[in-house]
Protein backbone atom coordinates (compact mmCIF):
# COMPACT_ATOMS: atom_id res chain seq x y z
CA UNK A 1 0.00 0.00 0.00
CA UNK A 2 1.02 3.41 -0.92
CA UNK A 3 2.26 5.78 1.78
CA UNK A 4 -0.32 8.71 0.76
CA UNK A 5 -3.21 8.05 1.80
CA UNK A 6 -5.26 10.24 -1.05
CA UNK A 7 -3.29 11.26 -4.37
CA UNK A 8 -4.42 14.18 -6.86
CA UNK A 9 -2.92 14.67 -10.20
CA UNK A 10 -3.57 16.83 -12.57
CA UNK A 11 -7.42 17.80 -11.52
CA UNK A 12 -9.40 20.01 -13.48
CA UNK A 13 -13.00 21.33 -12.26
CA UNK A 14 -14.78 24.00 -13.91
CA UNK A 15 -18.27 25.17 -13.41
CA UNK A 16 -19.61 25.98 -16.80
CA UNK A 17 -17.13 27.66 -18.96
CA UNK A 18 -15.25 29.03 -15.51
CA UNK A 19 -12.33 26.87 -14.54
CA UNK A 20 -12.08 26.97 -10.88
CA UNK A 21 -9.61 24.58 -10.24
CA UNK A 22 -6.56 24.12 -12.87
CA UNK A 23 -4.18 21.15 -13.07
CA UNK A 24 -4.02 20.73 -9.33
CA UNK A 25 -2.18 17.87 -7.79
CA UNK A 26 -1.67 16.81 -3.91
CA UNK A 27 -0.95 14.29 -1.65
CA UNK A 28 -1.87 13.53 1.73
CA UNK A 29 0.66 11.03 3.54
CA UNK A 30 -1.06 8.38 5.92
CA UNK A 31 -1.50 9.80 9.37
CA UNK A 32 -0.92 13.31 8.43
CA UNK A 33 -2.46 16.89 8.46
CA UNK A 34 -2.31 18.70 5.05
CA UNK A 35 -3.53 22.62 4.69
CA UNK A 36 -4.54 24.65 1.46
CA UNK A 37 -4.50 28.24 1.94
CA UNK A 38 -5.24 30.79 -0.30
CA UNK A 39 -7.30 34.02 -0.94
CA UNK A 40 -11.22 34.05 -0.90
CA UNK A 41 -12.34 32.14 -4.22
CA UNK A 42 -8.79 30.61 -5.02
CA UNK A 43 -10.46 27.43 -5.71
CA UNK A 44 -10.20 25.61 -2.01
CA UNK A 45 -13.78 24.50 -1.56
CA UNK A 46 -14.31 23.30 -5.30
CA UNK A 47 -11.04 21.53 -4.78
CA UNK A 48 -12.17 19.77 -1.83
CA UNK A 49 -15.97 18.87 -3.17
CA UNK A 50 -14.14 17.38 -6.45
CA UNK A 51 -12.41 15.02 -4.04
CA UNK A 52 -15.40 14.45 -2.02
CA UNK A 53 -17.17 13.66 -5.50
CA UNK A 54 -19.76 16.30 -5.27
CA UNK A 55 -18.29 18.20 -8.36
CA UNK A 56 -17.42 16.27 -11.49
CA UNK A 57 -13.95 16.79 -12.24
CA UNK A 58 -11.21 15.72 -14.70
CA UNK A 59 -7.95 14.11 -13.49
CA UNK A 60 -6.55 11.27 -11.36
CA UNK A 61 -7.92 11.01 -7.76
CA UNK A 62 -6.45 8.13 -5.98
CA UNK A 63 -7.68 7.05 -2.22
CA UNK A 64 -5.22 4.60 -0.54
CA UNK A 65 -3.80 3.56 -4.19
CA UNK A 66 -7.39 2.88 -5.97
CA UNK A 67 -9.03 5.39 -8.34
CA UNK A 68 -11.93 6.73 -7.32
CA UNK A 69 -13.21 7.19 -10.78
CA UNK A 70 -16.51 8.75 -10.84
CA UNK A 71 -18.05 6.67 -7.88
CA UNK A 72 -21.01 8.50 -6.17
CA UNK A 73 -20.16 10.57 -2.83
CA UNK A 74 -22.27 8.01 -0.67
CA UNK A 75 -19.91 5.60 -2.46
CA UNK A 76 -16.98 7.49 -0.92
CA UNK A 77 -18.11 7.69 1.88
CA UNK A 78 -18.50 4.12 2.52
CA UNK A 79 -14.48 4.25 2.02
CA UNK A 80 -13.62 6.35 4.83
CA UNK A 81 -13.46 9.60 2.80
CA UNK A 82 -15.87 12.52 4.64
CA UNK A 83 -16.01 16.32 4.08
CA UNK A 84 -17.05 18.75 6.37
CA UNK A 85 -18.39 21.56 3.66
CA UNK A 86 -18.29 24.88 3.86
CA UNK A 87 -22.37 25.20 4.52
CA UNK A 88 -21.85 22.45 6.80
CA UNK A 89 -25.56 20.94 5.14
CA UNK A 90 -26.98 20.16 8.35
CA UNK A 91 -30.37 18.09 8.41
CA UNK A 92 -32.00 21.60 9.83
CA UNK A 93 -35.69 19.86 10.46
CA UNK A 94 -34.17 17.25 12.88
CA UNK A 95 -32.73 16.93 16.12
CA UNK A 96 -29.45 17.11 17.18
CA UNK A 97 -29.12 13.75 18.43
CA UNK A 98 -30.89 12.25 14.99
CA UNK A 99 -28.40 14.40 12.96
CA UNK A 100 -25.15 12.68 14.98
CA UNK A 101 -27.09 9.43 14.69
CA UNK A 102 -27.44 9.83 10.80
CA UNK A 103 -23.46 10.53 10.93
CA UNK A 104 -22.51 7.45 11.57
CA UNK A 105 -24.99 6.27 8.89
CA UNK A 106 -22.50 3.83 7.17
CA UNK A 107 -21.76 1.89 10.26
CA UNK A 108 -25.18 0.97 11.34
CA UNK A 109 -26.84 1.57 14.39
CA UNK A 110 -24.18 -0.11 16.59
CA UNK A 111 -21.54 2.11 16.15
CA UNK A 112 -23.79 4.94 17.08
CA UNK A 113 -24.01 4.69 21.00
CA UNK A 114 -20.01 4.68 21.82
CA UNK A 115 -19.57 7.65 18.84
CA UNK A 116 -22.32 10.29 20.86
CA UNK A 117 -20.52 9.77 24.35
CA UNK A 118 -17.39 10.62 22.15
CA UNK A 119 -19.00 13.48 20.53
CA UNK A 120 -20.68 14.53 23.61
CA UNK A 121 -17.52 14.64 25.51
CA UNK A 122 -15.57 16.69 23.33
CA UNK A 123 -18.54 19.46 23.14
CA UNK A 124 -20.71 19.46 25.80
CA UNK A 125 -22.95 22.42 24.69
CA UNK A 126 -24.01 19.42 22.07
CA UNK A 127 -25.19 17.14 24.69
CA UNK A 128 -27.34 20.06 26.47
CA UNK A 129 -29.09 20.95 23.29
CA UNK A 130 -29.22 16.91 22.07
CA UNK A 131 -33.05 17.44 21.47
CA UNK A 132 -33.20 20.75 19.76
CA UNK A 133 -34.09 21.30 16.20
CA UNK A 134 -30.30 21.45 14.26
CA UNK A 135 -31.90 24.45 12.30
CA UNK A 136 -32.28 26.30 15.41
CA UNK A 137 -28.62 26.19 16.85
CA UNK A 138 -26.33 28.95 17.21
CA UNK A 139 -23.98 29.82 14.51
CA UNK A 140 -21.02 28.02 17.06
CA UNK A 141 -23.31 25.11 17.98
CA UNK A 142 -23.72 24.33 14.35
CA UNK A 143 -20.11 24.33 13.37
CA UNK A 144 -19.71 21.97 16.77
CA UNK A 145 -22.62 19.76 15.35
CA UNK A 146 -20.90 19.53 11.72
CA UNK A 147 -17.58 18.54 13.71
CA UNK A 148 -19.76 16.12 15.44
CA UNK A 149 -21.49 14.85 13.05
CA UNK A 150 -18.17 13.83 10.76
CA UNK A 151 -16.45 12.13 13.59
CA UNK A 152 -19.71 9.93 14.47
CA UNK A 153 -18.84 8.25 10.72
CA UNK A 154 -14.99 7.31 11.64
CA UNK A 155 -13.56 8.68 8.67
CA UNK A 156 -9.95 7.87 7.34
CA UNK A 157 -9.78 10.83 5.66
CA UNK A 158 -11.47 14.10 7.16
CA UNK A 159 -11.60 17.07 4.45
CA UNK A 160 -12.35 20.42 6.82
CA UNK A 161 -13.33 23.32 5.17
CA UNK A 162 -12.79 26.00 7.41
CA UNK A 163 -13.75 24.16 10.57
CA UNK A 164 -13.17 27.33 12.89
CA UNK A 165 -15.14 30.07 10.65
CA UNK A 166 -17.48 31.61 13.84
CA UNK A 167 -16.45 30.12 16.39
CA UNK A 168 -15.27 31.29 20.10
CA UNK A 169 -11.42 31.31 20.44
CA UNK A 170 -12.00 28.69 22.70
CA UNK A 171 -13.75 26.47 20.99
CA UNK A 172 -11.04 27.46 17.82
CA UNK A 173 -9.00 25.72 20.39
CA UNK A 174 -10.95 22.42 20.76
CA UNK A 175 -11.18 21.97 17.26
CA UNK A 176 -7.33 22.35 16.12
CA UNK A 177 -7.08 19.99 19.18
CA UNK A 178 -9.09 17.59 17.98
CA UNK A 179 -7.55 17.66 14.78
CA UNK A 180 -4.00 16.72 16.26
CA UNK A 181 -6.11 14.15 18.45
CA UNK A 182 -7.23 12.75 15.10
CA UNK A 183 -3.47 12.41 13.35
CA UNK A 184 -3.11 9.67 16.50
CA UNK A 185 -5.84 7.98 15.76
CA UNK A 186 -4.09 7.54 12.51
CA UNK A 187 -6.94 9.93 10.48
CA UNK A 188 -6.04 11.78 8.01
CA UNK A 189 -6.98 15.40 7.13
CA UNK A 190 -7.16 17.77 4.36
CA UNK A 191 -7.57 21.16 6.77
CA UNK A 192 -8.61 24.87 4.53
CA UNK A 193 -8.34 27.43 6.77
CA UNK A 194 -8.90 31.67 7.03
CA UNK A 195 -6.77 31.11 10.27
CA UNK A 196 -3.72 30.54 8.16
CA UNK A 197 -1.54 30.80 11.21
CA UNK A 198 -3.41 27.97 13.06
CA UNK A 199 -3.75 25.95 10.37
CA UNK A 200 0.25 26.13 9.49
CA UNK A 201 0.69 25.45 13.15
CA UNK A 202 -0.94 22.23 13.10
CA UNK A 203 -0.10 21.42 9.65
CA UNK A 204 2.54 18.38 8.59
CA UNK A 205 2.52 19.81 5.02
CA UNK A 206 0.99 23.17 3.39
CA UNK A 207 -0.18 23.95 -0.11
CA UNK A 208 -0.74 27.27 -1.62
CA UNK A 209 -3.55 28.11 -3.81
CA UNK A 210 -3.90 30.91 -5.99
CA UNK A 211 -6.44 31.39 -8.89
CA UNK A 212 -7.38 27.52 -8.88
CA UNK A 213 -3.28 26.93 -9.33
CA UNK A 214 -1.07 25.38 -6.58
CA UNK A 215 1.65 27.92 -6.84
CA UNK A 216 3.77 27.06 -3.63
CA UNK A 217 4.25 23.42 -1.56
CA UNK A 218 6.42 22.30 0.88
CA UNK A 219 6.78 21.44 4.72
CA UNK A 220 3.93 23.51 6.95
CA UNK A 221 7.17 24.98 9.02
CA UNK A 222 8.96 25.80 6.24
CA UNK A 223 5.90 27.67 4.17
CA UNK A 224 5.32 29.27 7.64
CA UNK A 225 8.53 30.80 7.28
CA UNK A 226 8.33 31.80 3.57
CA UNK A 227 8.24 35.68 3.15
CA UNK A 228 5.61 35.59 0.09
CA UNK A 229 3.52 33.28 2.82
CA UNK A 230 3.54 35.84 5.39
CA UNK A 231 2.71 38.64 3.08
CA UNK A 232 0.12 37.26 1.51
CA UNK A 233 -1.52 34.77 4.47
CA UNK A 234 -0.29 35.62 7.73
CA UNK A 235 -0.86 39.26 7.60
CA UNK A 236 2.23 40.60 8.80
CA UNK A 237 4.40 42.64 6.30
CA UNK A 238 1.33 43.49 4.45
CA UNK A 239 1.05 46.21 7.40
CA UNK A 240 4.01 47.92 7.35
CA UNK B 1 -81.70 15.16 7.27
CA UNK B 2 -81.84 13.23 10.36
CA UNK B 3 -79.47 11.89 12.85
CA UNK B 4 -79.14 8.22 11.05
CA UNK B 5 -78.50 9.86 7.76
CA UNK B 6 -76.38 12.22 9.32
CA UNK B 7 -74.23 9.65 11.14
CA UNK B 8 -74.25 7.07 8.05
CA UNK B 9 -72.77 9.99 5.82
CA UNK B 10 -70.14 10.53 8.52
CA UNK B 11 -69.17 6.44 8.39
CA UNK B 12 -68.35 7.18 4.81
CA UNK B 13 -66.85 10.25 5.28
CA UNK B 14 -64.26 8.50 7.74
CA UNK B 15 -64.01 5.47 5.39
CA UNK B 16 -62.99 7.37 2.47
CA UNK B 17 -60.82 9.81 4.56
CA UNK B 18 -58.85 6.91 5.82
CA UNK B 19 -58.12 6.06 2.22
CA UNK B 20 -57.13 9.38 1.05
CA UNK B 21 -54.64 9.64 4.32
CA UNK B 22 -52.86 6.78 3.05
CA UNK B 23 -52.28 7.96 -0.64
CA UNK B 24 -51.85 11.48 0.80
CA UNK B 25 -49.35 10.44 3.39
CA UNK B 26 -47.94 8.37 0.55
CA UNK B 27 -47.35 11.53 -1.81
CA UNK B 28 -46.00 13.60 0.98
CA UNK B 29 -43.42 10.83 1.53
CA UNK B 30 -42.47 10.36 -2.08
CA UNK B 31 -42.56 13.78 -2.82
CA UNK B 32 -40.15 15.09 -0.04
CA UNK B 33 -37.90 12.42 -0.78
CA UNK B 34 -37.80 12.48 -4.25
CA UNK B 35 -39.55 15.71 -5.18
CA UNK B 36 -42.09 13.76 -7.66
CA UNK B 37 -45.34 14.64 -7.28
CA UNK B 38 -46.57 10.77 -7.67
CA UNK B 39 -49.73 11.12 -10.02
CA UNK B 40 -49.77 7.62 -10.87
CA UNK B 41 -50.21 7.10 -7.13
CA UNK B 42 -53.66 5.94 -8.00
CA UNK B 43 -53.08 3.36 -10.66
CA UNK B 44 -51.63 0.87 -8.35
CA UNK B 45 -54.90 1.78 -6.09
CA UNK B 46 -56.72 0.29 -9.16
CA UNK B 47 -54.47 -1.85 -9.29
CA UNK B 48 -54.56 -3.29 -6.32
CA UNK B 49 -58.52 -4.43 -6.36
CA UNK B 50 -58.30 -5.55 -9.77
CA UNK B 51 -55.35 -7.82 -9.05
CA UNK B 52 -57.40 -9.33 -6.44
CA UNK B 53 -60.65 -9.67 -8.86
CA UNK B 54 -58.40 -11.47 -11.06
CA UNK B 55 -56.76 -14.01 -9.03
CA UNK B 56 -60.55 -14.16 -7.23
CA UNK B 57 -61.79 -15.39 -11.00
CA UNK B 58 -59.07 -18.01 -11.30
CA UNK B 59 -57.15 -15.66 -14.01
CA UNK B 60 -53.81 -14.24 -14.38
CA UNK B 61 -53.35 -10.63 -13.38
CA UNK B 62 -51.61 -8.60 -15.91
CA UNK B 63 -49.88 -6.73 -13.51
CA UNK B 64 -47.90 -10.29 -13.09
CA UNK B 65 -46.87 -9.68 -16.71
CA UNK B 66 -46.28 -5.94 -16.35
CA UNK B 67 -44.07 -6.44 -13.07
CA UNK B 68 -41.42 -8.83 -15.78
CA UNK B 69 -41.85 -6.14 -18.60
CA UNK B 70 -40.65 -3.19 -15.80
CA UNK B 71 -37.98 -5.82 -14.30
CA UNK B 72 -36.18 -6.12 -17.65
CA UNK B 73 -36.84 -2.65 -18.70
CA UNK B 74 -35.26 -1.23 -15.65
CA UNK B 75 -32.02 -3.88 -15.94
CA UNK B 76 -31.29 -3.38 -19.75
CA UNK B 77 -31.86 0.65 -18.91
CA UNK B 78 -29.50 0.17 -16.19
CA UNK B 79 -26.82 -1.75 -17.93
CA UNK B 80 -26.58 0.62 -20.87
CA UNK B 81 -26.85 3.92 -18.80
CA UNK B 82 -24.26 2.89 -16.17
CA UNK B 83 -21.43 0.62 -18.75
CA UNK B 84 -18.58 2.20 -17.80
CA UNK B 85 -19.51 1.70 -13.76
CA UNK B 86 -20.44 -1.67 -14.35
CA UNK B 87 -18.90 -5.06 -12.48
CA UNK B 88 -19.86 -8.07 -13.02
CA UNK B 89 -21.49 -8.83 -9.87
CA UNK B 90 -23.39 -5.91 -9.87
CA UNK B 91 -24.61 -7.14 -13.07
CA UNK B 92 -25.83 -10.72 -11.96
CA UNK B 93 -27.40 -8.94 -8.86
CA UNK B 94 -29.14 -7.28 -11.40
CA UNK B 95 -30.28 -10.07 -13.56
CA UNK B 96 -31.04 -12.04 -10.92
CA UNK B 97 -33.31 -9.51 -8.78
CA UNK B 98 -34.68 -7.67 -11.86
CA UNK B 99 -35.34 -9.90 -14.62
CA UNK B 100 -34.98 -13.88 -12.83
CA UNK B 101 -37.10 -13.13 -9.84
CA UNK B 102 -40.12 -11.16 -11.47
CA UNK B 103 -40.48 -14.11 -14.16
CA UNK B 104 -39.97 -16.61 -11.61
CA UNK B 105 -42.84 -14.99 -10.36
CA UNK B 106 -44.88 -15.02 -13.34
CA UNK B 107 -44.78 -18.48 -13.55
CA UNK B 108 -45.96 -19.38 -10.48
CA UNK B 109 -48.69 -16.76 -10.80
CA UNK B 110 -49.65 -18.74 -13.78
CA UNK B 111 -49.24 -22.37 -12.33
CA UNK B 112 -51.22 -21.71 -9.24
CA UNK B 113 -54.06 -19.06 -10.90
CA UNK B 114 -56.87 -21.61 -11.20
CA UNK B 115 -56.25 -23.30 -8.09
CA UNK B 116 -57.81 -20.48 -6.30
CA UNK B 117 -55.84 -20.98 -2.91
CA UNK B 118 -58.34 -17.91 -1.56
CA UNK B 119 -58.23 -14.19 -0.24
CA UNK B 120 -55.32 -13.94 1.97
CA UNK B 121 -53.24 -15.28 -0.75
CA UNK B 122 -54.75 -13.18 -3.42
CA UNK B 123 -53.62 -10.97 -1.02
CA UNK B 124 -50.13 -11.48 -0.82
CA UNK B 125 -49.65 -12.43 -4.34
CA UNK B 126 -51.19 -8.89 -4.86
CA UNK B 127 -48.85 -7.18 -2.47
CA UNK B 128 -45.47 -9.10 -3.40
CA UNK B 129 -46.75 -7.98 -7.80
CA UNK B 130 -47.48 -4.42 -7.15
CA UNK B 131 -44.58 -3.29 -4.30
CA UNK B 132 -41.74 -4.02 -6.82
CA UNK B 133 -43.18 -1.35 -9.41
CA UNK B 134 -42.69 1.18 -6.93
CA UNK B 135 -39.06 1.15 -7.24
CA UNK B 136 -38.93 -0.27 -10.64
CA UNK B 137 -40.86 2.89 -11.95
CA UNK B 138 -38.61 5.34 -9.67
CA UNK B 139 -35.33 3.63 -11.85
CA UNK B 140 -36.89 3.23 -15.04
CA UNK B 141 -38.27 6.80 -15.13
CA UNK B 142 -37.38 9.36 -12.11
CA UNK B 143 -33.66 8.42 -11.27
CA UNK B 144 -32.41 9.46 -14.75
CA UNK B 145 -33.66 13.07 -13.38
CA UNK B 146 -33.02 13.05 -10.39
CA UNK B 147 -31.44 16.67 -11.24
CA UNK B 148 -33.98 17.93 -12.62
CA UNK B 149 -36.44 20.65 -11.87
CA UNK B 150 -39.78 19.71 -9.88
CA UNK B 151 -42.17 21.29 -12.78
CA UNK B 152 -39.73 18.06 -14.90
CA UNK B 153 -40.43 15.56 -12.57
CA UNK B 154 -43.92 16.40 -12.55
CA UNK B 155 -44.26 16.39 -16.59
CA UNK B 156 -42.54 12.55 -16.27
CA UNK B 157 -45.10 12.27 -13.25
CA UNK B 158 -48.12 12.77 -15.70
CA UNK B 159 -46.36 10.98 -18.29
CA UNK B 160 -46.12 7.80 -16.44
CA UNK B 161 -49.97 8.34 -15.40
CA UNK B 162 -51.20 7.76 -18.53
CA UNK B 163 -48.80 4.87 -19.38
CA UNK B 164 -49.89 3.07 -16.52
CA UNK B 165 -53.54 3.72 -17.65
CA UNK B 166 -53.16 2.43 -20.68
CA UNK B 167 -51.12 -0.76 -19.63
CA UNK B 168 -54.20 -0.83 -16.92
CA UNK B 169 -56.83 -0.82 -19.48
CA UNK B 170 -55.06 -3.56 -21.54
CA UNK B 171 -54.73 -5.87 -18.82
CA UNK B 172 -58.03 -5.35 -16.95
CA UNK B 173 -60.33 -4.64 -19.68
CA UNK B 174 -62.78 -1.16 -19.34
CA UNK B 175 -65.23 -3.74 -17.36
CA UNK B 176 -65.36 -3.27 -12.96
CA UNK B 177 -65.09 -5.36 -10.62
CA UNK B 178 -66.32 -5.71 -6.98
CA UNK B 179 -64.27 -8.12 -4.42
CA UNK B 180 -65.43 -10.10 -2.07
CA UNK B 181 -64.98 -8.34 1.33
CA UNK B 182 -62.85 -10.42 3.90
CA UNK B 183 -65.40 -9.99 6.97
CA UNK B 184 -68.81 -10.08 5.38
CA UNK B 185 -70.92 -9.32 7.92
CA UNK B 186 -72.28 -5.91 9.61
CA UNK B 187 -73.27 -4.96 13.02
CA UNK B 188 -75.91 -2.22 14.61
CA UNK B 189 -74.10 0.86 16.19
CA UNK B 190 -77.02 2.78 17.66
CA UNK B 191 -79.42 3.34 14.93
CA UNK B 192 -77.10 1.80 11.74
CA UNK B 193 -75.45 -0.84 10.59
CA UNK B 194 -71.98 -0.97 10.26
CA UNK B 195 -70.21 -3.00 8.16
CA UNK B 196 -67.48 -5.24 8.96
CA UNK B 197 -64.79 -3.81 6.17
CA UNK B 198 -65.43 -0.62 6.96
CA UNK B 199 -64.05 -1.33 10.51
CA UNK B 200 -61.17 -3.32 8.87
CA UNK B 201 -60.39 -0.05 6.70
CA UNK B 202 -60.26 2.00 9.70
CA UNK B 203 -58.28 -0.42 11.52
CA UNK B 204 -56.00 -1.27 8.99
CA UNK B 205 -55.70 2.12 7.69
CA UNK B 206 -54.71 3.56 11.67
CA UNK B 207 -52.41 0.01 12.20
CA UNK B 208 -50.25 1.62 8.58
CA UNK B 209 -50.14 5.23 9.70
CA UNK B 210 -48.78 4.36 13.62
CA UNK B 211 -46.16 1.89 11.43
CA UNK B 212 -45.35 4.31 9.44
CA UNK B 213 -44.65 6.54 12.28
CA UNK B 214 -42.48 4.67 14.53
CA UNK B 215 -40.71 4.10 11.05
CA UNK B 216 -39.76 7.76 10.10
CA UNK B 217 -38.96 8.03 14.04
CA UNK B 218 -37.49 5.17 15.35
CA UNK B 219 -35.38 3.98 13.08
CA UNK B 220 -31.91 4.75 11.29
CA UNK B 221 -33.73 3.47 7.71
CA UNK B 222 -36.55 5.43 8.49
CA UNK B 223 -34.21 8.49 9.56
CA UNK B 224 -32.09 8.23 6.27
CA UNK B 225 -35.19 8.98 4.55
CA UNK B 226 -36.33 12.19 6.45
CA UNK B 227 -32.95 13.49 6.18
CA UNK B 228 -32.83 12.68 2.40
CA UNK B 229 -36.29 14.65 1.97
CA UNK B 230 -34.47 17.29 4.48
CA UNK B 231 -31.14 18.25 2.85
CA UNK B 232 -30.31 15.72 -0.09
CA UNK B 233 -26.42 16.80 -0.16
CA UNK B 234 -26.18 16.23 3.47
CA UNK B 235 -27.51 12.93 3.06
CA UNK B 236 -25.46 11.98 0.34
CA UNK B 237 -22.18 13.13 2.61
CA UNK B 238 -22.99 11.07 5.87
CA UNK B 239 -22.78 8.14 2.78
CA UNK B 240 -26.59 7.82 2.74
CA UNK B 241 -27.56 5.74 -0.54
CA UNK B 242 -30.12 8.44 -1.66
CA UNK B 243 -31.25 6.55 -5.08
CA UNK B 244 -31.47 3.98 -2.47
CA UNK B 245 -33.67 6.03 -0.25
CA UNK B 246 -35.65 7.37 -3.07
CA UNK B 247 -36.48 3.97 -4.18
CA UNK B 248 -37.63 2.97 -0.91
CA UNK B 249 -40.01 5.67 -0.58
CA UNK B 250 -41.35 4.65 -3.71
CA UNK B 251 -41.90 1.00 -2.32
CA UNK B 252 -43.67 2.09 0.29
CA UNK B 253 -46.12 4.40 -1.68
CA UNK B 254 -46.36 1.18 -4.05
CA UNK B 255 -47.56 -0.85 -0.82
CA UNK B 256 -49.79 1.88 0.59
CA UNK B 257 -51.86 2.12 -3.10
CA UNK B 258 -52.01 -1.90 -3.37
CA UNK B 259 -53.39 -1.99 0.48
CA UNK B 260 -55.66 1.14 -0.48
CA UNK B 261 -56.88 -0.58 -3.35
CA UNK B 262 -57.28 -4.27 -1.44
CA UNK B 263 -59.28 -2.53 1.44
CA UNK B 264 -61.68 -0.63 -0.83
CA UNK B 265 -62.15 -3.02 -3.56
CA UNK B 266 -65.12 -5.02 -1.62
CA UNK B 267 -66.87 -1.63 -0.82
CA UNK B 268 -67.19 -0.16 -4.22
CA UNK B 269 -66.59 -0.94 -8.05
CA UNK B 270 -63.23 -0.48 -9.62
CA UNK B 271 -62.20 -0.02 -13.31
CA UNK B 272 -58.90 0.48 -14.82
CA UNK B 273 -59.16 4.04 -14.38
CA UNK B 274 -60.73 4.42 -10.77
CA UNK B 275 -57.62 5.02 -9.13
CA UNK B 276 -56.85 8.26 -10.45
CA UNK B 277 -59.90 10.03 -9.01
CA UNK B 278 -59.35 8.70 -5.22
CA UNK B 279 -55.66 9.49 -5.57
CA UNK B 280 -56.00 12.94 -6.64
CA UNK B 281 -58.83 12.98 -3.59
CA UNK B 282 -55.28 12.04 -1.52
CA UNK B 283 -53.32 14.87 -3.06
CA UNK B 284 -55.83 17.62 -1.98
CA UNK B 285 -55.29 16.63 1.30
CA UNK B 286 -51.52 16.64 1.07
CA UNK B 287 -51.44 19.78 -0.67
CA UNK B 288 -53.74 21.55 2.32
CA UNK B 289 -51.42 20.03 4.92
CA UNK B 290 -48.52 21.66 2.49
CA UNK B 291 -46.87 18.31 0.89
CA UNK B 292 -45.05 18.49 4.41
CA UNK B 293 -46.73 17.40 7.24
CA UNK B 294 -47.49 13.76 8.20
CA UNK B 295 -50.57 14.33 10.88
CA UNK B 296 -51.68 17.53 8.69
CA UNK B 297 -52.35 15.27 5.74
CA UNK B 298 -54.05 12.21 7.74
CA UNK B 299 -56.31 15.46 9.54
CA UNK B 300 -57.20 17.13 5.99
CA UNK B 301 -57.92 13.82 4.51
CA UNK B 302 -60.35 13.12 7.27
CA UNK B 303 -61.60 16.47 6.38
CA UNK B 304 -61.53 15.84 2.61
CA UNK B 305 -63.77 12.63 3.04
CA UNK B 306 -66.39 13.70 5.30
CA UNK B 307 -67.23 16.92 2.57
CA UNK B 308 -67.57 14.25 -0.22
CA UNK B 309 -69.61 12.41 1.40
CA UNK B 310 -71.99 15.04 2.94
CA UNK B 311 -72.02 16.93 -0.46
CA UNK B 312 -73.14 14.09 -2.46
CA UNK B 313 -75.87 14.08 0.25
CA UNK B 314 -76.73 17.39 -0.11
CA UNK B 315 -75.70 18.14 -4.12
CA UNK B 316 -74.41 14.89 -5.56
CA UNK B 317 -74.02 16.63 -9.05
CA UNK B 318 -71.47 18.68 -7.62
CA UNK B 319 -69.44 16.02 -5.09
CA UNK B 320 -66.14 16.49 -6.93
CA UNK B 321 -66.73 20.12 -7.74
CA UNK B 322 -66.91 20.49 -4.03
CA UNK B 323 -63.90 18.87 -2.64
CA UNK B 324 -61.58 20.12 -5.26
CA UNK B 325 -62.86 23.87 -4.56
CA UNK B 326 -61.45 22.96 -1.23
CA UNK B 327 -58.02 23.82 -2.48
CA UNK B 328 -59.00 27.37 -3.52
CA UNK B 329 -59.30 29.23 0.03
CA UNK B 330 -56.71 26.94 1.36
CA UNK B 331 -54.10 27.78 -1.83
CA UNK B 332 -54.84 31.37 -1.36
CA UNK B 333 -54.60 31.25 2.53
CA UNK B 334 -50.89 28.83 1.99
CA UNK B 335 -49.97 31.81 -0.64
CA UNK B 336 -50.97 34.92 1.83
CA UNK B 337 -48.89 32.67 4.77
CA UNK B 338 -46.19 31.95 2.61
CA UNK B 339 -45.41 36.04 1.90
CA UNK B 340 -45.00 36.41 5.76
CA UNK B 341 -42.62 33.79 6.30
CA UNK B 342 -40.51 34.15 3.38
CA UNK B 343 -37.02 34.35 5.23
CA UNK B 344 -37.52 31.70 7.91
CA UNK B 345 -38.63 28.40 5.57
CA UNK B 346 -34.99 28.75 3.60
CA UNK B 347 -32.60 26.33 4.16
N1 LIG C 1 -21.58 27.05 -8.19
C1 LIG C 1 -20.70 27.89 -8.77
N2 LIG C 1 -20.94 28.38 -9.99
C2 LIG C 1 -20.06 29.21 -10.60
N3 LIG C 1 -18.91 29.59 -10.04
C3 LIG C 1 -18.60 29.13 -8.81
C4 LIG C 1 -19.49 28.25 -8.11
N4 LIG C 1 -18.93 27.97 -6.92
C5 LIG C 1 -17.77 28.62 -6.87
N5 LIG C 1 -17.57 29.32 -8.00
C6 LIG C 1 -16.41 30.13 -8.31
O1 LIG C 1 -15.25 29.33 -8.29
C7 LIG C 1 -14.17 30.00 -7.69
C8 LIG C 1 -13.61 29.18 -6.54
O2 LIG C 1 -14.58 29.10 -5.50
P1 LIG C 1 -14.32 28.34 -4.14
O3 LIG C 1 -15.57 28.35 -3.37
O4 LIG C 1 -13.69 27.06 -4.42
O5 LIG C 1 -13.26 29.29 -3.45
P2 LIG C 1 -12.59 29.18 -2.01
O6 LIG C 1 -11.13 29.11 -2.23
O7 LIG C 1 -13.20 28.10 -1.22
O8 LIG C 1 -12.96 30.58 -1.39
P3 LIG C 1 -13.33 30.99 0.11
O9 LIG C 1 -12.05 31.15 0.84
O10 LIG C 1 -14.00 32.31 -0.05
O11 LIG C 1 -14.22 29.96 0.66
C9 LIG C 1 -14.70 31.36 -7.27
O12 LIG C 1 -14.32 32.29 -8.23
C10 LIG C 1 -16.18 31.19 -7.25
O13 LIG C 1 -16.83 32.39 -7.57
MG1 LIG D 1 -14.33 28.05 0.42
Known amino acids: MSAHILEVSGL ?9 VRGVSLSIPVGGIVTVIGANGAGKSTLMNAIMGVLPSRGEVLFQGRPLGRSLV ?35 RSAVAGGMEEVFARFPRLKERRGQLAGTLSGGERQMLAMGRALMSRPRLLMLDEPSLG ?45 GEITLHGPASQLAADSRVIESYLGLGARH | MNATIALF ?24 VTRVIFVPQGEFVAWGALTVAALEAGTVPGTAWLLAVLGLAAALLEVVRERHAMSVAKVAVMVVRDVALPFALLGLVIWAAPMRLGLAVYVLVTLVLLVPMGPLIYRLAFQPLADAPVLVLFIAAIGVHFSLLGLGLVFFGAEGFRNTPFLDMS ?90 LIGLKGFVAAIIAGLASYP ?28 FSLLIPVLVWRSFAAGHHDDEEEE
Not at chain 1, 12 to 20: D, K, N, P, T
Not at chain 2, 16 to 28: E, T
Not at chain 2, 214 to 224: H, N, S, V
Open chain 1, 12 to 20: FVSYGRVEA
Open chain 1, 74 to 108: EARVGEGVCLVPEKRELFAAMTVQDNLQLGAYRLG
Open chain 1, 167 to 211: LAPLIVREIFRIVTDLRKDGVSILLVEQNARAALQVADEAYVMEL
Open chain 2, 9 to 32: LAQDGIINGAIYALLGVALVLVFA
Open chain 2, 187 to 276: FPLGPMMVKAQSVWIVVVTLLLLAALYAFFERTLLGKALRATAVNRLGARLVGIPVRATGRMAFALAAAIGAVSGILIGPLTTIYYDSGF
Open chain 2, 296 to 323: LTALAALLVGMLESFSAFFASAFKEVIV
